[in-house]
């Protein structure tokens, strides 16, 4: 067999085909994975419903996609579960809530009760520092230093530096107020419902 010719035409020839291959790979492996982390997504989302919302036995009774412009003017999307018990009494509703952090997104989900306090939160993204800005996931929770849990946002929940009542977390502050500012953004978009309010269709959370 003749040996190929070691020309530019052939270098292109042979990239692209490893190229074409690996792409193909890729969108095999992807193909495999999209369906168990979507499940995976489903699943922590769930469950952190049933953190903040402190009860296990509860229904997605309706989920809004609620679109409302920051302070900023910057249009933010939040994502409002109204959640019932099994008796299907009105419990609140847990609002997924996203701002800018010190490395990048901070996406919260919060509780809120039916009067419009904080029942309890969790973390569902976050790219702050290690040991420092990602300390939020617990310092903010009931009993700790940052301690939101009860209080009720309708006056802007702001750190202790901005003359306000919430410790900041140790060396965050910037990380503390994007945090509170995602939780007030949260309790806003929950105690106003917009006219294009976008309603998805209901879904019990899996026990």
């Not at 300390?135 to 003359?163: C, M, N």
């Amino acid at each position: 067999m003749k040996k190929l010719e070691s020309s530019l035409t052939n270098m292109v020839l042979v990239l692209t085909g490893v190229a074409v291959i690996m792409g193909g790979i890729l969108a095999y492996v992807n193909h495999l994975t999209e369906g168990p982390i979507a499940q995976q997504k489903e699943k922590a989302l769930a469950d952190g419903i049933k953190t903040v919302m402190v009860c296990d036995d509860l229904v997605v009774s309706k989920t809004d996609t609620v679109r409302r412009n920051d302070a900023k003017g910057k249009e933010q999307t939040y994502i409002i579960y109204q959640i019932q018990d099994a008796q299907h009494q009105d419990l609140g509703a847990a609002v997924e809530s996203t701002t800018g952090g010190f490395g990048g997104n901070l996406k919260v989900l919060v509780g809120f009760d039916i009067d419009g306090k904080i029942l309890g939160y969790t973390l569902l993204e976050h790219a702050e520092t290690p040991g420092l800005g990602a300390k939020a996931d617990k310092w903010f929770q009931k009993g700790e230093k940052g301690d939101i849990i009860g209080k009720d946002p309708k006056e802007p929940l702001t750190v202790s530096k901005d003359g306000g009542q919430v410790d900041a977390i140790t060396a965050s502050t910037i990380t503390s107020r994007a945090f509170l500012l995602a939780v007030n953004n949260a309790y806003n978009a929950y105690k106003v419902t917009p006219v294009d309010a976008q309603t998805s269709a209901t879904k019990e959370v899996e026990k």
